[in-house]
Structures are given as C-alpha cells and as structure tokens.
C-alpha cells in the first residue's frame, strides 16, 4: 500500500512540474493536471511491478522511473487529447 502512495506521489510532482515548465493560460485545469499525473504514475508504477515484483521493505528504482515515465505520458497524452478538443470545436470546413 505504501508503494501506490508514493506512485501518486512521484505523478502529483510529475504534474506539478508539468505545470511550472509551462507556464501561462492552459487548456487543462491545475487539478486536472496533477490528477492526470498521479493517474498516470499510479498506473506505470502497476505497469513495473510485472518486471520488479513487490517485496516488503524493499523498493526497486525501475519502478520510480517507470512510474514517473508513466506520469509524463499521461499528461502529454491528455493535453494533446484537450488541445484537439479545442482545435476540433473551432475549426469549420466551408460547404
């Protein structure tokens, strides 16, 4: 359990990074990004445990990095799904 905490954790920073690396008006909401981070860390750091299995009171650094890898794609998954979003619903083709 203490694991899934600090895979949330790694994707809250992962998100909060995101943020401050650009910075200005974004399409996605603070906490839609930070969501979106621990989402994403949570699910790459389930993704490592297939390669370093879960051991009591030990942690492996592939799943930090596979978690924080996760994270990373989750947000540039979800601003580009958004930014398509916003293109799409102003673009008009003329008949």
Do not use: C, E
């Amino acid at each position: 359990m203490g694991n899934l905490i600090v895979f949330a954790g790694i994707g809250l920073l992962i998100g909060a990074a995101a943020r401050l690396m650009y910075p200005g008006r974004q399409l996605m909401h603070v906490l839609g990004t930070l969501l979106l981070g621990a989402i994403g860390g949570l699910a790459g750091g389930m993704i490592s445990w297939s390669y370093w299995p879960d051991v009591v009171d030990q942690f492996h650094s592939g799943n930090l990095f596979v978690s924080a890898i996760g994270a990373s794609a989750a947000i540039v998954v979800g601003a580009a799904i958004h930014y398509m979003r916003k293109i799409g619903g102003r673009v008009r083709v003329p008949a």
